[in-house]
């Protein structure tokens, strides 16, 4: 399995910007097809976005296009997530995950490994 720590929460005035990293180690990073997902207080964890193996696709969650940016860098083991134009209802803790099928899914289940997640909070 991958070893995945998230980078780069904090907190925020509402309008603003943040970048989250997730670093990989211990496997072939190239090898996973990338998420990031968030949970707020009393909710479920949910789907933000997807990235292809080689970054060549991506996906998001409906909440977020347009505002958010999934990308990563294989040669640096590293996966990102621009957020721009955040609002109160972004803030949750953000995770980062790996499957090492290709596919696209929204289904948490499905991931293989997880980082231990990072605090994102945006003030109104």
């Known amino acids: 399995q991958v070893q995945l720590i998230e980078s780069g929460g904090g907190l925020v005035q509402a309008g603003g910007s943040l970048r989250l990293s997730c670093a990989a180690s211990g496997r072939t990073f190239s090898s996973y097809a990338m998420a990031w997902f968030r949970q707020a207080p009393g909710k479920e964890r949910e789907f933000v976005a997807w990235?292809?193996?080689?970054?060549?696709?991506?996906a998001y969650a409906d909440s977020v296009k347009g505002r958010f940016s999934i990308s990563r860098d294989n040669a640096k083991n590293a996966l990102f997530l621009q957020m721009n134009s955040l609002k109160p209802e972004d803030t949750a803790v953000y995770y980062c995950?790996?499957?090492?099928?290709?596919?696209?899914?929204?289904?948490?289940?499905?991931?293989?490994?997880w980082g231990q997640g990072t605090q994102v909070t945006v003030s109104s």
């Open positions: 995950a790996a499957k090492g099928a290709n596919y696209y899914t929204i289904r948490s289940y499905e991931y293989d490994s």
């Open positions: 990235i292809t193996k080689n970054g060549g696709s991506t």
